[in-house]
């Protein structure tokens, strides 16, 4: 565990905990690490709601797909953040989400009922943890606000430079990567690759755009 105490240490839900209080709080709250191949599932839906998930290496992917089997990935999660965690707090039976690895990760499961009722031995760190865990979640909605903007936008256009226009601001630079494949950036924007690969050559053709892969410039 000891070996991925940089990772946690920038993780949210571990915000003001010692490090040497780590492997203490691990154990309390019945932790265990997973490594999950590329394309496999952390959680699929239906999975009882029971864990919170931190990602150690990797990446992951949230998604939600319909009676159909039309796909739509509310989020992506790199190293050191949180996922699962409002499904598991908000008392929830069962995932009603996928959780998909985007490439070889290792993962941490957290059992949510251990963190949310504070210990026997009255630890310390556990109304610490709580308050991390509120503003974690709080800052989860925030970023589901964000989608929503993306998403009603009118035209494929719209919806895209909305979403690069935002990467750039946050990233400060007109130059940046975005945590997305192609795919997965059609999924997250709720539009068809096709379209949105053809907005990206017009974009791209007219000068306003340059892209190669999930690297982007904003001329």
């Known amino acids: 565990m000891e070996k991925y105490f940089d990772i946690l240490e920038q993780c949210p839900l571990f915000y003001d905990i010692a490090p040497e209080d780590l492997n203490t709080m691990i154990t309390c709250l019945d932790g265990k690490i997973i490594n999950v191949p590329k394309g ?3 959680f ?4 009882p709601a029971r864990f919170v998930g931190v990602v150690l290496t990797g990446m ?6 319909d009676y159909y089997g039309n796909r739509s990935v509310m989020t992506v999660v790199q190293p050191g953040e949180l996922f699962a965690e409002a499904f598991s707090c908000a008392g929830c039976e ?3 989400v996928s959780v998909l690895a985007l490439t070889d990760s290792a993962i941490l499961l957290l059992d949510c009922q251990r963190m949310l009722t504070p210990c026997a031995h009255s630890c310390q760190f556990h109304s610490t943890l709580m308050q991390n865990l509120l503003h974690g979640i709080a800052q989860k909605n925030l970023t589901l606000t964000q989608k929503i903007r993306y998403m009603s936008q009118k035209t494929t ?3 895209l430079m909305a979403y690069l226009l935002d990467q750039a601001k946050q990233q400060g630079s007109n130059e940046f990567v975005i945590p997305h494949n192609r795919q997965s950036l059609a999924d997250y924007l709720g539009v068809e690759r096709s379209a949105m ?3 990206i050559s017009k974009l791209k053709k007219a000068g306003q755009i ?3 892969g999930s690297w982007f410039c904003l001329k």
Do not use: C, F
């Open 94 to 96: 069962t995932m009603p």
């Open 197 to 199: 690969s053809a907005e």
């Open 157 to 159: 256009k719209e919806k």
């Open 60 to 65: 992951v992917q949230v998604i939600r797909e």
């Open 40 to 42: 496999n599932p952390v």
């Open 210 to 212: 340059d892209t190669h």
């Open 44 to 47: 699929l839906e239906g999975d």
